[in-house]
């Protein structure tokens, strides 16, 4: 059974930084691209970025490139997510997504990791 | 940005009925290799998105045939039939034929 399971949310301050880990399991993780996925309050899903199976390449949003970071460990099956100068914008569920090989659809979700930005 | 405009925004139905949900994109989801990466999800109170539907109309492992999936180009259906009350909750579309991937607003499906 495939299982994402994210950690590392909490109340972090307006400027600080963050990392985001998601422990895989039921598949080969280095088989797969995994992406990160963080929906609003409002409940807007927006995609941020993907990393390729042998952490070799990524892609991010636009709007969150210079701020966020993902890597992965293939040896410890953990992706993880590094965010820097946060905003109260980035207030978000955040979750942990796999696709069928690429990105091109999100097929296991994990339970997501609550983040609050607020002083 | 691919834009994904879903519609309606909620939705009520009784139980045992018939649902369609509309998803309309800004720009053609025919990727370069002749897919096209629609999928839709559903994501019941409390509970993490699940996959429902890619590739516009393949319903994803242990997905019931009640839920169908239609469409080409830009436009798009959900088909819900014979809804039952796990069937609640906000239905998201998204699109991963262009970066970055992007979801619509969600529809909410309620009882009447």
């Known amino acids: 059974e495939v299982q994402l399971v994210e950690s590392g949310g909490g109340l972090v301050q307006p400027g600080a930084s963050l990392k985001l880990s998601c422990v895989a399991s039921?598949?080969?993780?280095?088989?797969?691209?995994m992406s990160w996925v963080r929906q609003t309050p409002g409940k807007t899903m927006e995609w941020i970025g993907d990393?390729?199976?042998?952490?070799?390449?990524?892609n991010y949003a636009p709007s969150l490139k210079n701020r966020f970071t993902i890597s992965r460990d293939n040896a410890k099956s953990t992706l993880y997510l590094q965010m820097s100068n946060v905003r109260s914008e980035d207030t978000a569920t955040y979750y942990c997504?796999?696709?069928?090989?690429?990105?091109?659809?999100?097929?296991?979700w994990g339970q997501g990791t609550l983040v609050t930005v607020s002083s | 940005d691919v834009v994904m405009t879903q519609t309606p925004v909620s939705m009520s139905v009784s139980l045992g009925g018939q649902v369609s949900i509309s998803c309309r994109s800004s720009q053609s989801l025919v990727h370069n290799n002749g897919n096209t990466y629609l999928s839709w999800y559903i994501q019941k109170p409390s509970q993490s998105p699940q996959l429902l539907i890619y590739k516009v109309s393949n319903r994803f492992s242990g997905i019931s045939d009640r839920f169908s999936g239609s469409g080409s180009g830009t436009d798009f259906t959900l088909k819900i039939s014979r809804v039952e009350p796990d069937d609640l909750g906000v239905y998201y579309c998204g699109q991963g034929t262009q970066y970055p991937p992007t979801f619509g607003a969600g529809t909410k499906l309620e009882l009447k």
């Open positions: 039921g598949f080969t993780f280095s088989d797969y691209w």
């Open positions: 997504t796999r696709g069928p090989i690429t990105s091109n659809w999100f097929a296991y």
């Open positions: 990393i390729k199976y042998d952490g070799s390449y990524t």
